[in-house]
Nanobody, 115 residues
Framework: QVQLVESGGGLVQAGGSLRLSCAAS????????MGWYRQAPGKQRDLVAL???????NYADSVKGRFTVSRDNAKNTVYLQMNSLKPEDTAVYYC?????????WGQGTQVTVSS
């Protein structure tokens, strides 16, 4: 089992920044990648960004150039730096970890961007 604890969500004005953190604990070996998904009300959960064990990254087109995903292997933590936030970024953001045996989700953290 892997436990994920997220932090850093909140309310911010358009154009502002937030940084999300996700700390992993438990059976944290053999992690293929760590990443972030988001789900807005009435919409499906979509990938925002991910980072592999080799530090390769992948971003949704809608956040490229504004968001940066990173990881601190010593702290088993993945971060999402979100800049130039837009109202359409409003969603619950979920941390996700993929291992060989399957994926694990965090509890989610709300990000609200006001116009």
């Amino acid at each position: 089992q892997v436990q994920l604890v997220e932090s850093g969500g909140g309310l911010v004005q358009a154009g502002g920044s937030l940084r999300l953190s996700c700390a992993a604990s438990g059976r944290i070996f053999d992690i293929n990648y760590m990443g972030w998904y988001r789900q807005a009300p009435g919409k499906q959960r979509d990938l925002v960004a991910l980072i592999t064990s080799g530090s390769d990254t992948n971003y949704a087109d809608s956040v490229k150039g504004r968001f940066t995903v990173s990881r601190d292997n010593a702290k088993n933590t993945v971060y999402l730096q979100m800049n130039s936030l837009k109202p359409e970024d409003t969603a619950v953001y979920y941390c996700y970890v993929l291992k060989l045996e399957g994926g694990y989700w965090g509890q989610g953290t709300q990000v609200t961007v006001s116009s």
